[in-house]
């Protein structure tokens, strides 16, 4: 099981707090990896540093073996990260068929079928005007349409979509995985059910790593 990107020793501030207390955080290619702890515990943090959305006060983001810490966030995506915020994850004042097309590069908006075909009939909607599920699905089309992805970051993945629904996206994600080799990682309070085999549970509370394992070794 290869690495595809790491933080090592890495540490966070936001002004006298530190997020991130010199965390170790392996994740492999081809792998579900799931971040869980309860809020504050610094799963958001950890991906925004994969990303290079926050800035390390100290150690390091490894990416393939290259040293990517200096590397800003867009170059990180251009190399092939992809990173769903459980916040401000779409452009508002788009319509829904713009936000797919900025998913795919070189597509016209509505030309970019939608993972999801709820959002079908809502295609010249603008993005803002969209209930908190649907608003979801759109946020979560752009990982799941990105075909180059090497990355995946996704936080909250399920957060305001009915169960069914959240199902559905729990194995478009873990196809991303097994089928398309991608290191996905999940945010979550909880572990999600139906992870494929293999997949890894890192357990963080208060910025550090308190348990590293396979689900049911947690359960």
């Known amino acids: ?113 939608p993972p999801y075909p709820e959002l079908l009939p809502l295609l010249s909607r603008t993005a803002g005007t969209l209930s908190g599920g649907e608003r979801r699905m759109l946020a979560l089309s752009r990982a799941l349409l990105a075909v180059r992805a090497r990355v995946v970051l996704v936080d909250e993945p399920s957060l305001g979509l009915a169960p069914p629904v959240a199902a559905r996206t729990y194995r478009s994600l873990a196809a991303l995985a097994v089928e398309g080799g991608a290191a996905v990682v999940l945010a979550e309070q909880r572990v999600p059910d139906g992870l494929p085999p293999g997949s890894l549970v890192y357990e963080l509370r208060r910025g550090s790593l308190a348990f590293s394992g396979e689900p049911a070794e947690l359960t």
């Open 1 to 113: 099981m290869s690495v595809e990107i790491a933080l090592r020793a890495a540490r966070v501030r936001y002004g006298p707090l530190e997020a991130l207390h010199g965390l170790d955080l392996p994740v492999p290619a081809g792998t579900v990896t799931v971040l869980l702890g309860r809020n504050g515990s610094g799963r958001t943090t950890a991906l925004r540093a994969l990303a290079g959305t926050v800035r390390l006060s100290a150690g390091r983001v490894v990416w393939r073996g290259t040293d990517v810490t200096r590397l800003p966030a867009h170059e990180r995506a251009r190399r092939g990260l992809c990173l769903v915020p459980d916040l401000e994850a779409v452009y508002a004042n788009l319509t829904v068929a713009e936000n797919l097309a900025l998913s795919t590069p070189g597509a016209a908006p509505g030309a970019v079928t």
